[in-house]
Structure formats: C-alpha cells, structure tokens
DNA sequence: TTGAAAGCGCTAACAG
DNA sequence: CTGTTAGCGCTTTCAA
C-alpha cells in the first residue's frame, strides 16, 4: 500500500500541465497577467492546473531567490510564563498582519541556549529579531543589530545598549507602590528580590528606594533579599524575613513569582496577609480578584509592551532605518486592592 | 556615513578567501574532510576564513537543496492562553532538542485565520504539523495529513479523525470531579458550557452526566447553560442559573474561564462559595491555593500532552511512518480542595 | 586530494 | 504575449 505522495506540486509541473513555460505560470501565479499582457485564456488555464495540482509556491524558493524570508525570530526565556506568552502573542498577531511569520525559540532562561538559538535564527536567515533577554550582557546581540539585523529587546535591556529597548517604566511604578506603603505608615520594609542586575529588577529597586527616601525613610540594606525571580527565591526570602526580621511590617515581591513565594511562607507560617504583613507585588493575573488577599499591584501594560515592540520591528524593517531613539517606556499601572494593612506601632 | 552591510557571507566569499573551490569549502565545513581526505591545511584554511568572515550557512539554500527545511508548525488559538502557551513550549523545547525550528501561529480561535496559517506553514514547508484546533471540522487537516504531512492534533480533536490526536481523559475527569458534588450530597447541579460540538466540551458534559446517572440523578437540560470557553460566557451563564434557578446548588465550569466569570457573577450577586453555591472547575493555576475559595479542580497534565504531542511528531518525522494508533489519552488528576459545601436540603 | 557542474524551485532580465 | 536563461547559496555527483 502506498500513501498518497506528499511531495509537494512544482511550478514546473503546473507549467507543464497547463502547457506553457514556467516563467508564464510563474507570471500568471503571481498577479502579473495583465503587466506582461498574458492572454486570458493561458492564465485561467495555469490558475486551474494550480488549482488542480493543490500547487502552493514554495517560500524556500522564494526566499532564496529573493533574499527576504518573511522571518521574525522571536527568542524568550520561558514561553509558558504568562508574560513572555503574551508579549509573543502580541508579535505573532503583528507579525502576521504584516506577512511575516514568527520563529519561536525558548532560550530556558540560559544565556547560553540563547546564544545558540540567536545563531540558528541568524541562519535561517530572519529578518529582524525580538528578544527577551537573559543574562547580563547583550554583546552577542549588539553585535547583530551592528551588523545591520534589526534587533529589538524586549523587557530587559542595558543601559550602556545602543539597542533598541521596550520596558516599562519599573523606576516610577515602583515608586507609586511604594508610596501604598509609606501612606499607611510602613516603615520596615523588605523586598525579594529578583535577578540582581537585570534592568526591572534594578531599576525597581531603585524606585522603592527612592520612595522610601521621600518618606524619610532609607532602605535597610539587609532588608534586600533573593537573587531570582521565582517562587523558591521568594518564599526563601520571606521565610528569612519572618524569622530573623519580625519588625518587618510590608514586603515588596519584584515579581509575580516572588510574591507567590512570599504567599506560601505567609501561610506557612501563620502570618495572615494583610493583617500580619502587607504584601504588595509587580505584574497582574486574571484571578487577582478572587485571591484571599487581593493584592495591590504595579501591573505592566504586557500588551503595550508586545505592541510596541511589534510596530518598531516592522517600521524598521519597511524603512531600513534604524530609529534615534533606543529606549522606550511603557507606563505601569498601580491597581490598588486590599493587601495593605495600615502599619501598627 | 555607512553601517556595516548585514548582507551574510556566502560559502563562495568563504571558498575565495580560503583559495579554494566551492565544493572543497563546503566539505572542510560540514565535517566531511575526513571522507574526501581534505588536507589539513586547506580544512584549517577554509576553517578560518569562514571564522573571520563570520560565515553562517544559509538554512535557506541548504532546505532548498536537501528539500528539508527543519521547520515545525504550530498553531495555536491563543499564545497567550496559559494552557496554549504551556503546550507551545514543551513543543518547542522538543523541536530545539530535535534540531527542529518552531514556526508559531496564532488563530485567534477563527477556523479562517487557522485555515489560511496552515496554508503559510504549508507554503513554507514544514516538516509536521501540530495544531490545537477551533472550529467543528478537521477536513482541511485531514488533507494535509492524508497528503504526507504528519500532523497531530492536540486538546480538540475530531470523533471521526483519522488525524493523530492527543487529549486528556477529559469524560473520566469530568466523572471524578462530579463524584465530588454527588458525595456531599448536591442533586441539583448546574453545567457552565464551553464551545458545544467540541471534544473536551462534550465529553467533559458526558463525563457529569454519567456521574450524576451513578448517583441516581438525571442531568437536566435547562442546567446546562452557556456555550464558549470564555468568561463572559461564565458570567453570564452562572447569572442565568442565580436568577432563574436559585433550587442549584453546586456549578461545574467546563473551562478556566468559564469558572472565573461564575466567581464574578456570585461575587456581585452576594453568593458566597462554597456556603451558598459550591464550584468546580478544570484545569489550575498557579495561584489557586490562594483563592478566597481554593477550588477543587479537575486538572490536565498540559506538559504531558506538550510532550506526547512533541514526541509523536518527532518519533513520526524520523520514521516515515504514520502510527496506526490514532487517539491518545492523558489522564486527569482531580485536586481537592475547599469549593464544595455539603448540600443543604 | 580537489574542482567543475548540475540542480533544488522560483523570479526577472532579456529576447523575441 | 510568451519562452529562454541566469542565478539566489548550497551539496553532491562526476571527473580528474
């Protein structure tokens, strides 16, 4: 028994039943009957021989031949993390709206699986490249943009970067959580931290600071714990909070993740939040309403951030300019809700 | 001024700084100096000038020449839908394993637009397929797979499908789930609708049915209500029953969102859950210790269908052959926790 | 041990 | 109005 051949039609073949030469079937394939002047009838006889064979161009042809692939690489550390899977939702769409599509790579948060994965994109050729980078440096990717591919970070960036950056404005965002804080009278703050370095966490960090600061108050520096955004890191950090530092009255968690640590060692340990301990937390999800304790957050525009970073890839790409203006901000929203206690004394 | 050209060297640019032809540089790179008994010194020689021209195989010349192009297609109605974007990774993290390229599409839950994405992915070759459908048909799929593309279909499928198709055990859930309500005694029981016609839907409802049947209970059909794995449909499905059926006293949501419009609509009602209403749901996340009311859920093991569905392609692309078992299950594990309340009566 | 040449499928310049 | 030809970048016969 022998399956039906998938072994896709060529031009070559549609040319030859419809019996013409390819570079009529090609012409009359591609909308350019009426601009080199084909007869009706050898066009309409090429369109049903296409029709008939299931003929579908290839873009690997095409894409050597015309030097443009219609590829978008688009490279993030964890697909399955809601924020990274709506921002590359967010280019997809774009990208398909604008005939590209999107190559996918999942980088497991590893600076070097990164590296390799931008390699393997560069080679097939993308015409532009949207990162979420991880790690502390972005010479690999600089060195692309330099070299003329289109480079767009997304999220993280570096501040010495000459490569065009999307973010949120974590500095401001913070700070306006913060001040939740200081307004109720808190005044032992702790933060979990996350990936020291990383331009949202530093930069957070520096906003929470510099609201305290405007309080009057100066971040302990001890009160600054966790080097990761994730649950674990959280839920460590909070547990040393409680057990060594019981004069904390709020923490600040720099991610979602932190803060579902932070959740867990509340619980853990009987500390109810807000009453015991106020918790406030960056980014947002669908069922922040209905969690025991809603908690007050700085929540970035995801969408806006995907949107924007779509819309400067594609501009770029049209114009083969590369824009002035390297770093953009995207605003944060602060959602107020019921995880602040006021402080007691 | 003039940046950098970003126009990739070729082999032949390779092959002119090495002194050397085509073929030879194209054998000293691709490990075949041992078989053509290269000498060592045009190997290092090519080995070099491709280093210093920062040479990169093109994948495009390469898939046109080997009519391999490397690619997976994936397509999925929302990339941004956490159980999607799970599946989308473990997919991914599987082709990178594999040396497999993931192109992503994104359907927006319209049969057009996935029609229309797969006819790109076609057009650009890929090597398999994997879609988590919308719409009540498959014809279109059944093609391309009958064609010689293997493709598997992953979440939805399609009763009459000759596609390869991994889902869970969405009927035993179910049952399991609804075992739950029967034991504490509720007869009257209140089904939140997701997208009718479609496999998880209807035999998920199948599944409640059967266990109410266990139970002596008849499903009544004016208690089954809504009709789109959404959260308005949720809302208002659960509304309905409030205003019209206040004798229910236990919903089971069919989806995520169908539950999280049903907490919305009790919450503005005034019900609280579980005292005045219990809720089930299906599927979790990874907040839902933390609800106000933690709710006990029927839960798929997204990342084992990613990876069944990854390792089927895979296993299929190798071998050539296409399995001759077509339907896979992956089990459901019920998780307990606080949203069911005795039945008063 | 190496090179020349053909060809993957397509488009476009050139030639009728 | 249509066909012939060259070439995108690569691999692989075939020939030396």
């Known amino acids: 028994m022998k399956t039906t051949s998938h072994i896709p039609s060529t031009l070559k073949e549609v040319a030859a039943a419809a019996g013409v030469s390819v570079s009529t079937a090609s012409r009359a394939l591609t909308g350019k009957a009426k601009r080199y002047r084909i007869s009706q009838a050898t066009e309409q006889a090429v369109q049903q021989a296409a029709q008939r064979l299931g003929f579908q161009p290839s873009h690997v042809a095409q894409s050597l031949r015309s030097q443009r692939t219609g590829l978008l690489g688009v490279v993030v550390p964890d697909v399955a993390n809601p924020f990274f899977a709506a921002i590359a939702r967010e280019i997809t769409l774009a990208a398909e709206e604008n005939g590209f599509s999107v190559l996918l790579a999942d980088s497991r948060d590893s600076s070097d699986t990164e590296k390799c994965l931008v390699g393997q994109l560069w080679s097939r050729r993308i015409e532009a490249l949207l990162v979420c980078p991880v790690g502390l440096s972005s010479d690999h990717l600089a060195e692309l943009d330099a070299a003329g591919l289109p480079v767009v970070l997304v999220d993280r960036g570096f501040s010495d970067s000459r490569i065009v950056t999307v973010t949120s404005d974590h500095r401001r965002g913070a700070a306006e959580l913060t001040r939740l804080l200081t307004t109720a009278g808190h005044r032992q703050v702790g933060v979990l931290q996350g990936l020291v370095g990383t331009l949202p966490n530093d930069e957070r960090l520096a906003g929470i600071r510099q609201a305290l600061r405007s ?131």
């Open 215 to 345: 309080a009057g108050i100066e971040l302990d520096p001890r009160f600054v714990r966790g080097d990761q955004f994730s649950e674990s890191a959280g839920y460590e950090a909070t547990r040393w909070f409680i057990e060594h530092h019981p004069e904390i009255t709020a923490l600040i968690g720099l991610s979602n993740q932190n803060s579902l640590g932070a959740l867990r060692a509340a619980a853990e340990f009987g500390r109810r939040i807000p009453d015991d301990l106020s918790l406030l937390t960056f980014d947002d999800h669908p069922f922040a309403d209905f969690l025991a304790t809603p908690l007050s957050t700085a929540c970035q525009d995801v969408a806006e951030l995907g949107r924007l970073a779509a819309s400067l890839i594609v501009e770029r790409i049209k114009s083969g300019k590369r824009p002035r203006k390297k770093l953009h901000r995207v605003p944060v929203q602060v959602i107020e809700r019921a995880s602040v206690a006021p402080a007691k004394h």
